[in-house]
């Protein structure tokens, strides 16, 4: 599809915001698991949405921090894959940080640690700007132009 012609198509930004935030969870608890699930007893949700997990006075604070901060340049490549348009990365990116925010206000409620905060902005940054930077790359590469039908005169 060419970008000019392209059509608002609500099901279609549904259904990449769903296939983004899956995508971007997956990774989280995968990095969860090798980073804290090594150091802790028993692996919890509490570790992805409470955020006094988040915190850089223990080993295992440093360790939820890696994996939120290692998840980012996942989801620019899942950016990159998936959404395919550098105009649209940051509204991609700050779509899946607000549902995570709203996720963990209702977990367990308004997060109040600085730390938290800190992470998350650093994590959205690093997706948008990642994010865009690849696929400005795409989007600027040359279109290649097929010589083999042409003749040689």
Not at 10 to 37: D, H
């Amino acid at each position: 599809m060419f970008y000019g012609a392209m059509v608002w198509d609500p099901w279609l930004i549904v259904s990449q915001i769903v296939c983004l935030q899956c995508l971007y969870y997956l990774t989280l608890g995968l990095f969860m698991f090798v980073l804290v699930g090594t150091r802790v007893s028993r692996m919890s949700l509490v570790y992805f949405f409470d955020y006094a997990t988040l915190t850089a006075s223990t080993v295992t604070g440093w360790c939820v921090i890696s994996s939120f901060l290692l998840s980012a340049p996942a989801g620019a490549f899942y950016i990159f894959y998936l959404i395919e348009r550098a105009k649209k990365c940051l509204d991609f990116s700050a779509t899946v940080y607000i549902i995570h925010l709203f996720i963990c206000i209702a977990y367990g409620g308004w997060p109040s640690s600085i730390t938290w905060w800190v992470v998350n902005g650093t994590g959205l940054a690093v997706m948008a700007l990642l994010g865009e930077w690849l696929c400005i790359r795409r989007e600027l590469r040359e279109i290649p132009i097929l010589t083999r039908y042409r003749s040689n005169v």
